[in-house]
Each structure stands twice: as structure tokens, then as C-alpha cells.
């Protein structure tokens, strides 16, 4: 039976970590700052802003709401993210998906400052990325989540096959930039890659990470035995129940690791947020943090 990865756990593990530095900033008397934008009234972006906010205030972030409705124009979005790429008390700034039809959501990401941008989808911040530029600049935080739960699992990636199913630029696309860094050899799948292809890197890959939606898309005959395999997906289905793209019961006995769903990378992502944010307000206010202090 496979190692469960408790993203749980980590997550807490992170944001202890996180906090500590916090507490470093704070004696500066520097209060790091987040600033997340809603628009509309989507429930679960709701309910994930409220999840946020009481996870940065454990932590010692003080983390703003701007909630606009869902008539609101892009003028007026764009206005208020100029509004504070200007104000010195934010260090991060989060527009939060989905937007209204009417809002272009990819113009407003390319306005947030790429210093503030702690979703790391500025194309400067995507730009750097994809070069493996050296230096500070934030990632998007999914990816950078599963990095860190890699790692806490002493997962080998250099020279390794990794198999990453969907490309969005939310996880597919910066976590490719991040495994090639790790000089990982990777392949990226997409929906129009054919079932025959799909199955057959599948089955060669030593590590799975899949992010499509798409409920138990990854079958034990995809998998090869000890492979390493993370689930991002979630999809609830008609019962209530929450559903991975991996059929974890099927594919846990062959793999070496495995992250369940619920409680794999989906509380990395806050954590992770929470991270970005406090490097951030250091990079912004000049700070140095504890060396090493992200390896938890």
C-alpha cells in the first residue's frame, strides 16, 4: 500500500513556519498585507475567500476582502488593483477566479504588479519562471504547494519521468516550468492528447500529477508500480461526495505514494498563499527571513 501524503499535516507544518516568520516581519514593525478581490457571488470563491481570511489572521497576515458585484465594470476592477499596487500597506495582491463574463480576467492579472502578484501570474513573474531566472519572484501557489509536498515525501524528480495531465495556467503549465528546473524530464497532457498516447505515458511515468477534473480519469492499469501520484482534481459528485481524478482505491495498492482527495494539495494551496505573501512583504520592506525557513 502506498504512502499517504497528509497535505493536512504539511499544510499546518507550513503554516507554523509561517507564522514564525510573521512574528520576525511584526518586530520590524512590518505587518504583512494581502489584499484578495472578489467579484460576483460565486459560493464556493465565497466560502474559499472566508477559508483565506481566517487562515491568514492565525497567522498574523492581515488580509483584506474587497467583494464588488457582479455588475461591476472592468474599469472599476482595474481602478481599485491600481489602487493598491499604489498602497504601501499591501504586499500581495489575489484576484480570485472565476470573474463576470464582463471583466477580461487576464488583463486584470497583467495589471496587479508583478512585486504583489502572489498568485505568480504576471506574465514578468510566468516569464522568469519559464526561463528559471534566478532571484526571488512568486509562483503560481498550487504548483508551488506540490513542490513542497514532493520534497516532504523525498520524492527523487531529477531524471525522472513526471506526467502532468491539463494545462492551465493555474497548475499545468508553472508546475512543468518547476519540474524541468528540477531537471525532471516532463511530459504536459491535455484533452486533446489521444487515449492510446495518454495510457501509454501514463504507465511509463515515476511520477502523476493529475489536474483535469475529470473523476477517476487515472486507473490502476495507468499506473505503474511505485509510482508517485498526485491527485489536484475535485469534483463533487451527485451524492455529496468529493471525487479525485485518480481512483485512489484502485491505484493506492500499486503506487508508492499518493495524495487522497479530500486532504492532499488542496490545503497546500492556502498554505502556500500564506507563504508567498510574508516573502512578499520581506522582498517589499527589505527583511531578511531566517535562512532555509521554508524547508519544513
Given at each position: 500500500m502506498?504512502?499517504?501524503?497528509?497535505?493536512?499535516?504539511?499544510?499546518?507544518?507550513?503554516?507554523?513556519?509561517?507564522?514564525?516568520?510573521?512574528?520576525?516581519?511584526?518586530?520590524?514593525?512590518?505587518?504583512?498585507?494581502?489584499?484578495?478581490?472578489?467579484?460576483?457571488?460565486?459560493?464556493?470563491?465565497?466560502?474559499?475567500?472566508r477559508?483565506k481570511e481566517?487562515?491568514?489572521?492565525?497567522?498574523?497576515?492581515?488580509?483584506?476582502?474587497?467583494?464588488?458585484?457582479?455588475?461591476?465594470?472592468?474599469?472599476?476592477v482595474l481602478?481599485?488593483?491600481?489602487?493598491?499596487?499604489?498602497?504601501?500597506?499591501?504586499?500581495?495582491?489575489?484576484?480570485?477566479?472565476?470573474?463576470?463574463?464582463?471583466?477580461?480576467?487576464?488583463?486584470?492579472?497583467?495589471?496587479?504588479?508583478?512585486?504583489?502578484?502572489?498568485?505568480?501570474?504576471?506574465?514578468?513573474?510566468?516569464?522568469?519562471?519559464?526561463?528559471n531566472?534566478?532571484?526571488?519572484?512568486?509562483?503560481?501557489?498550487?504548483?508551488?504547494?506540490?513542490?513542497?509536498?514532493?520534497?516532504?515525501?523525498?520524492?527523487?524528480?531529477?531524471?525522472?519521468?513526471?506526467?502532468?495531465?491539463?494545462?492551465?495556467?493555474?497548475?499545468?503549465?508553472?508546475?512543468?516550468?518547476?519540474?524541468?528546473?528540477?531537471?525532471?524530464?516532463?511530459?504536459?497532457?491535455h484533452?486533446?492528447?489521444?487515449?492510446?498516447?495518454?495510457?501509454?505515458?501514463?504507465?511509463?511515468a515515476?511520477?502523476?500529477?493529475?489536474?483535469t477534473?475529470?473523476?477517476?480519469?487515472?486507473?490502476?492499469?495507468?499506473?505503474?508500480?511505485?509510482?508517485t501520484?498526485?491527485?489536484?482534481?475535485?469534483?463533487?459528485?451527485?451524492?455529496?461526495?468529493?471525487?479525485?481524478?485518480?481512483?485512489?482505491e484502485?491505484v493506492?495498492?500499486?503506487?508508492?505514494?499518493?495524495?487522497?482527495?479530500p486532504?492532499?494539495?488542496?490545503?497546500?494551496?492556502?498554505?502556500?498563499?500564506?507563504q508567498?505573501?510574508?516573502?512578499?512583504?520581506?522582498?517589499?520592506?527589505?527583511?531578511?527571513?531566517?535562512?532555509?525557513?521554508?524547508?519544513?
Amino acid at each position: 500500500m502506498a504512502e499517504i501524503i497528509d497535505g493536512r499535516a504539511i499544510a499546518q507544518r507550513v503554516r507554523a513556519q509561517v507564522a514564525t516568520q510573521t512574528q520576525r516581519l511584526l518586530a520590524e514593525n512590518i505587518i504583512p498585507g494581502l489584499a484578495v478581490i472578489l467579484v460576483g457571488n460565486d459560493p464556493a470563491s465565497e466560502i474559499y475567500v472566508r477559508n483565506k481570511e481566517r487562515a491568514a489572521a492565525k497567522t498574523g497576515i492581515h488580509s483584506e476582502t474587497f467583494k464588488l458585484s457582479a455588475t461591476t465594470t472592468e474599469a472599476e476592477v482595474l481602478a481599485l488593483i491600481q489602487r493598491l499596487n499604489h498602497d504601501a500597506s499591501i504586499d500581495a495582491i489575489l484576484l480570485q477566479s472565476p470573474v463576470p463574463g464582463q471583466i477580461n480576467e487576464q488583463a486584470m492579472q497583467d495589471a496587479i504588479a508583478p512585486e504583489k502578484d502572489v498568485d505568480g501570474f504576471n506574465p514578468t513573474n510566468i516569464g522568469k519562471l519559464f526561463a528559471n531566472r534566478a532571484g526571488y519572484y512568486p509562483v503560481a501557489n498550487t504548483p508551488k504547494g506540490i513542490m513542497t509536498l514532493l520534497e516532504q515525501a523525498h520524492v527523487e524528480l531529477a531524471q525522472r519521468l513526471v506526467v502532468i495531465l491539463g494545462r492551465s495556467n493555474l497548475v499545468g503549465r508553472p508546475l512543468f516550468a518547476l519540474m524541468e528546473a528540477q531537471n525532471a524530464s516532463v511530459v504536459l497532457l491535455h484533452r486533446f492528447t489521444p487515449d492510446d498516447l495518454r495510457h501509454q505515458l501514463l504507465q511509463q511515468a515515476d511520477v502523476i500529477i493529475s489536474a483535469t477534473g475529470v473523476p477517476k480519469l487515472v486507473r490502476a492499469d495507468d499506473v505503474k508500480a511505485g509510482a508517485t501520484v498526485i491527485d489536484v482534481g475535485i469534483t463533487r459528485l451527485a451524492d455529496g461526495s468529493l471525487q479525485g481524478d485518480v481512483d485512489f482505491e484502485a491505484v493506492a495498492p500499486k503506487a508508492q505514494a499518493i495524495t487522497p482527495v479530500p486532504g492532499g494539495v488542496g490545503p497546500m494551496t492556502i498554505a502556500t498563499l500564506l507563504q508567498t505573501t510574508v516573502e512578499l512583504a520581506a522582498e517589499h520592506h527589505q527583511v531578511e527571513l531566517e535562512a532555509g525557513w521554508q524547508n519544513i
